[in-house]
Every structure is written in structure tokens, then in C-alpha cells.
């Protein structure tokens, strides 16, 4: 029995293992990276209800599906009653079994997701999308290191969510009660930029009519957010690196110190090591904000969220709207995988809002895309700086692979379901693949059959 259940759920595209007593089987399955545990309460030696146990004792989390046969139905109902997510009455058969377990891991699948998005709401109801690698790891950081005081250094082209990513930071923090202050070094005036960030006393110079905190002071108690940190004069770099070490501001002209206690979060588009190197920027100063860098790569090297993103606009530009819009046709939204993205989620979240505001119908269209998306080749290096060394190199050419990979992954889904007009359960015959494996994938890319049907 338990060859010809691996046979099937591999078929099915599961990874499956097993073992024939209970003894063994309690062992690895807390100690392996399973997810499910098929479980026959017939065992030769222990008992199946004490398998159980010992399993759930030991990881609460792993997903328990009970084998019982009409000897052992009152065991199974107290293993339900005590957290396994469903029995399968012997004989089954590969469809019960495949049902049975495609049931439990998508609704497991749910419940992550669930609480994935309800963990990621930062003000104003913006939620940080995202289901590529890339993405996933950065949220991980965020919640490891949003709780610390760590000073954090976000890197990343424009457009990128580095102000996102700093505001989920501070809305996971400790202060998130206390005041979020972002300002953006690249639009102050070189000369003003000391005044503004550490304030003045009435008279201090000319035009200081008044007696003004600087941003530091607002963001007492909270998080100061300082975007283009690379466009700090460099006269003001040491005291910048003074303040943050002694934790106190003196304003320009004033004679009283004042302890700030604030988390920094800066960000940058530029190399900041580089201009280390170049003698623009301070070393110290430089190590004293990048205790934690986390990098937001470019929105053309992880394909699998630009599917997601687009429709996530969708939603909320329909929201702020009368539009009735149901998605995009395939076609459409392979131009927008294929697009590179320059401005990033900011040029995406734009252009969807602007084509929402002027499209009058059920879908969008490849007509209705701005020309720079429809008339440009899709070919952007992911490749942006050259590999420095071997561990460089190696890591490019991964990314490389893998992106051309996701590009063709995501082309072949959007053929199939269009040849399909829409239907999940023909385009995975199309394709020769398992409906539940087709399905999966879609999912990865955050396509939704209702909106890929014939254009
Ligand atoms: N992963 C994401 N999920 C949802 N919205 C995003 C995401 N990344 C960026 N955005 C949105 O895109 C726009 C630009 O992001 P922003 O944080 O200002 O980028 P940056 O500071 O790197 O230039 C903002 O409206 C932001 O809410
Ligand atoms: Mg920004």
C-alpha cells in the first residue's frame, strides 16, 4: 500500500517517503522537512493513536491525514478531534487519496497566506506584494529586524518600495505608536539640509525668523527615514555621524543639546561602497547606517511578482473608481511580464492607474498599454553590474537563468490557458501536465483563470 500511494501522489508532483512501523515513522516525520503525514493507525508496533501524538507533541504544524479501516473509525474521530485535518476509510481510492491531500495542503496553503497578508499591513492600508524569492526573504528580514533598534540601509533602484519597506519596518516595530518621518535628502537645498534635519534657534542665521525642530526632533520616539542618504553633503557627514553616535541635537544657533531617541532607516540608489572608495562619502558614517542592508532588486528580476503587482493596482485603482474592469487579456499581460520596468513598481502601479481611469471595458487590452511596453524587446539584462568575482559570477548566472526560465514558464502558462479559453482543467490537458501541478504554477505567478479566458 504504501508503494502504490507514493506512486500515485508522485505522479501527482509530490516529494513522498515512507517508513513501516510507527516507531520509525514518529521519528522522521518530526525530524524531516515534511509538510503531510499519511498515517495508517494499523501499525505492527505501537498503537496509531500514540504515533499521533508523539508526532503532534513535536510538530504541531505538520498536517496529519488518518488511514483507518472500519476496526480503527473511533481512533481516527479522536485524532480529528485532537487536530488531524481529515481520515480516508479503507479501501480508497488514487483519487480519494489525491483529493484528500491536495485538500489539506491548499488549505494550509490559505491559512499561510492568510496570515502572511494580515502580518503585512503598513499605514494607509498598503500591503507589501510580492511571491518571488527575492521578495519573500526581504519580508522574512523585515520581521526579524523590524523589532531591534539596528539601523537599516536599504538599497535599490527608484521605484523599487524602499519607502514601502521602511514604513513595514516601523509599523513592526515597537514604535509604531510614535511618529514615522520620511525625508528626501535629494530635495532639500545642499545649505539648508543641516537646519532642516537638526533645526534652528530663532536668528541663528539669515531668514531663521523662527525657531524651528528639525526633522530628528519630529521623529522622536519614532523612525526617521532618510531617502538619498548618498546626497549628504559631505561637510555634514561627521556631524551626522556625531549625532547618531552621541544620540543628541544640538540646533544651529541654539546652546541646549537634546537627546533623540530614533531608529534610522536610510536608502539609496547609489553604490554607497563606491563612493566610499571614492572618498565622497565617510567610512564611519557609512558602516554606522549599514549595520542591516537589505537589497530590493529591480522589478525586472523577479518576473513572478510583476503578475501579481498589476493586478494588485488593478483592485485598488478600481476601488478608488467607477471602473468595472476584470483583468487583463493574455496578451496584454504577457507585454507587461516582458516589459523591463525601468521605473519599477512605481512605473507599474502608474501606468495601471492611468489606464484605468481611461479604459471603458471588461479587459484590458495590448491597445490600451502605453507604446513604450508594447514596442520595446523584452530583453534586459538582469545583469546590471559585471561580476567582481566568482561568487558574483556564479550568482548571475543563476539569476540569469532563472529569469529566462520564469519568462518562458510564465509564456507556456498564458499559451496553454489561452488555447484553453480560460479553462485550468483543458489547458493542463493541453500541456500534459496534472491539473493540481498546472494550477500550482499559476499560482506562482498569480494568475487567475477568470482573467486570462480567449481575447
Ligand atoms: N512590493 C510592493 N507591493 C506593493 N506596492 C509596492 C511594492 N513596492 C513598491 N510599491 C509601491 O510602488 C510605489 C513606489 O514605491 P517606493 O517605496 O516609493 O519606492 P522607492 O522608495 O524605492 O523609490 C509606491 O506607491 C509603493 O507603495
Ligand atoms: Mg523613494
Not at 532563472?402 to 493541453?430: P, S, W
Request: aromatic fraction near 6%; hydrophobic fraction near 40%.
Amino acid at each position: 500500500m504504501c508503494i502504490s500511494c507514493k506512486r500515485v501522489l508522485e505522479e501527482d508532483g509530490h516529494h513522498v517517503d515512507y517508513v513501516l512501523t510507527g516507531t520509525e515513522g514518529a521519528e522522521r516525520a518530526v525530524a524531516g522537512d515534511y509538510r503531510l503525514v499519511l498515517l495508517d493507525l494499523k501499525m505492527p508496533d505501537l498503537a496509531g493513536m500514540e504515533v499521533f501524538d508523539r508526532i503532534k507533541a513535536r510538530r504541531p504544524d505538520l498536517l496529519v491525514i488518518i488511514i483507518t479501516g472500519y476496526a480503527t473509525i473511533q481512533t481516527s474521530i479522536e485524532c480529528i478531534k485532537k487536530g488531524a485535518v481529515d481520515y480516508i476509510p479503507k479501501p480508497f481510492t488514487p483519487e480519494e487519496l489525491t483529493l484528500a491531500v491536495d485538500k489539506a495542503l491548499d488549505t494550509d496553503r490559505l491559512r499561510e497566506e492568510n496570515a502572511f497578508l494580515k502580518s503585512r499591513l503598513v499605514p494607509g492600508n498598503e500591503t507589501i506584494v510580492g511571491r518571488s524569492e527575492v521578495m519573500l526573504d526581504v519580508i522574512k528580514q523585515i520581521e526579524k529586524i523590524a523589532p531591534t533598534d539596528f539601523s537599516v540601509l536599504l538599497h535599490g533602484e527608484s521605484g523599487t518600495g524602499k519607502e514601502l519597506v521602511a514604513k513595514a519596518i516601523h509599523v513592526a516595530s515597537a514604535r509604531r505608536d510614535r511618529p514615522f518621518v520620511a525625508v528626501d535628502i535629494s530635495s532639500l537645498t545642499p545649505t539648508l539640509v543641516e537646519s532642516e534635519l537638526f533645526g534652528h534657534v530663532r536668528g541663528a542665521f539669515t531668514g531663521a525668523t523662527q525657531t524651528r525642530p528639525g526633522y530628528f526632533a519630529l521623529a522622536h520616539g519614532g523612525t526617521l527615514f532618510l531617502d538619498e542618504i548618498a546626497n549628504i553633503p559631505y561637510e555634514l557627514q561627521g556631524k551626522l555621524l556625531r549625532v547618531l553616535e552621541t544620540r543628541r541635537v544640538t540646533p544651529i544657533g541654539g546652546q541646549q543639546e537634546r537627546a533623540i531617541d530614533i531608529r534610522l532607516v536610510c536608502a539609496t540608489n547609489r553604490d554607497l561602497a563606491a563612493l566610499v572608495e571614492a572618498g565622497t562619502f565617510r567610512e564611519d558614517l557609512f558602516y554606522r547606517i549599514n549595520v542591516i542592508p537589505i537589497l530590493l532588486p529591480p522589478l525586472r528580476e523577479r518576473a513572478a511578482d510583476i503578475p501579481l503587482l498589476a493586478t494588485h493596482f488593478l483592485e485598488s485603482a478600481k476601488r478608488k473608481s467607477a471602473a468595472r474592469i476584470d483583468g487583463f487579456t493574455t496578451e496584454a499581460m504577457a507585454k507587461i511580464v516582458a516589459y523591463g520596468w525601468p521605473g519599477n513598481v512605481r512605473e507599474l502601479k502608474n501606468i495601471v492607474e492611468r489606464i484605468v481611469a481611461t479604459v471603458d471595458g471588461p479587459r484590458i487590452e495590448v491597445r490600451h498599454l502605453p507604446p513604450e511596453i508594447t514596442g520595446r524587446a523584452p530583453a534586459v539584462s538582469p545583469a546590471e553590474e559585471i561580476p567582481k568575482n566568482v561568487e558574483e559570477l556564479k550568482e548571475a548566472k543563476r539569476a540569469v537563468r532563472e529569469l529566462a526560465y520564469e519568462r518562458i514558464e510564465q509564456q507556456f502558462l498564458l499559451r496553454a490557458l489561452k488555447e484553453a479559453g480560460g479553462n485550468v482543467t483543458r489547458a493542463a490537458e493541453l500541456t500534459g501536465m496534472q491539473r493540481t501541478n498546472f494550477h500550482a504554477l499559476m499560482r506562482k505567478y498569480g494568475l487567475r483563470a477568470g482573467e486570462i479566458g480567449g481575447s
